[in-house]
């Protein structure tokens, strides 16, 4: 038997609840405080894209700077039967 462990009325919300939670946390904080609160959300979401994208970028330029640096190690010998 499975069992969930959200509460009941988590389950049983549905559309007018979602409005009056919205509702009364617009009242609650105002209008200008969730417009700056979305506003720095924003801003939080693209200095993580910008993140990882230069992250991302480092990482490639490390790997091709690895890759030029490899030495042949193979035995002159086996060099030569080539």
Not at 20 to 25: D, N, R, S, T
Not at 27 to 52: P, W
Not at 56 to 67: N, Q
């Given at each position: 038997m ?7 009325f ?19 904080f105002?209008?200008?405080?969730i ?7 924003g801003?939080?979401?693209?200095a ?6 230069e ?11 690895a ?10 010998n ?5």
């Amino acid at each position: 038997m499975y069992m969930t462990l959200t509460p009941l009325f988590i389950q049983n919300i549905g559309l007018p609840g979602i409005l009056l939670i919205a509702v009364v946390v617009l009242v609650m904080f105002g209008r200008g405080k969730i417009s700056n609160l979305m506003g720095e959300v924003g801003k939080g979401i693209t200095a993580f894209k910008k993140g990882v994208s230069e992250g991302k970028e480092g990482l490639e330029e490390s790997i091709d700077d690895a890759a030029e640096a490899a030495k042949d190690v193979t035995p002159k010998n086996k060099k030569d039967k080539k």
